[in-house]
């Protein structure tokens, strides 16, 4: 079954970086494309980037375009998201998550991460 | 990129029905038919609930249905029961090529 597991958050200072990873398996990594979405403690969900199957297109929120990157390794059936110039407003748990059809980016979010928390605060 | 809108709170009786709505733009909500919604227990990742409006996955009870009439999409959950309790999101594809989520519903059963 299709298995999504985030890790590579932590405490991390304003202004500094950190990077998450989405390790999956179940399905071909290689033929989907891939989400990150947040959500800040009791708050709702927002979502972050999206990268297609072949990392040649990533669309972003406006409210982390120019500091997260979104990237993707095939050959490790791996997502990831550079984070950099960390803001409070960043605290979250970040979860990947994949559409439903092979080659698009989806119009919804059909498998969901458990997430990982990062926390921006000195 | 504004957030959809959502009640923060709803609630109803075993056996009742309640409807949760989710107002947004014609940039989003109004702007296609790409409104989904997902169920998240606490502390456990959210789970689809109804795709492009009204379709329901496999395995989703019939007693989810979705609609959607201008800006505003609305889930309904029929035959309320003590388990349905849970925050419910909304979330539509956008002009932009991105993607809005509501702030999110909390469904109290009594």
């Known amino acids: 079954q299709v298995q999504l597991v985030e890790s590579g958050g932590g405490v991390v200072q304003p202004g500094r970086s950190l990077r998450l990873s989405c390790a999956t398996s179940?399905?071909?990594?290689?033929?989907?494309?891939m989400h990150w979405v947040r959500q800040a403690p009791g708050k709702g969900l927002e979502w972050v980037a999206v990268?297609?199957?072949?990392?040649?297109?990533?669309y972003y929120a406006d409210s982390v375009k120019g500091r997260f990157t979104i990237s993707r390794d095939n050959s490790k059936n791996t997502l990831y998201l550079q984070m950099n110039s960390l803001r409070a407003e960043d605290t979250a748990v970040y979860s990947c998550?994949?559409?439903?059809?092979?080659?698009?980016?989806?119009?919804?979010?059909?498998?969901w991460g458990q997430g990982t928390l990062v926390t921006v605060s000195s | 990129q504004s957030a959809l809108t959502q009640p923060a709170s709803v609630s109803g009786s075993p056996g009742q029905s309640i409807t949760i709505s989710c107002t947004g733009t014609s940039s989003d909500v109004g702007g296609f038919n790409y409104v989904s919604w997902y169920q998240q227990l606490p502390g456990k990742a959210p789970e689809l609930m109804i795709y492009d409006v009204i379709y329901r996955p496999s395995g989703v009870s019939y007693r989810f249905s979705g609609s959607k009439f201008g800006n505003t999409a609305s889930l309904t959950i029929s035959g309320l029961q003590a388990k349905d309790e849970a925050d419910y999101f909304c979330s539509s594809y956008t002009t932009s090529s991105t993607w809005v989520f509501g702030g999110g519903t909390k469904l109290t059963v009594l």
């Open positions: 990268i297609s199957y072949d990392a040649t297109n990533e």
């Open positions: 179940g399905f071909t990594f290689s033929s989907y494309a």
């Open positions: 998550a994949r559409p439903p059809d092979r080659y698009s980016y989806g119009y919804y979010f059909e498998h």
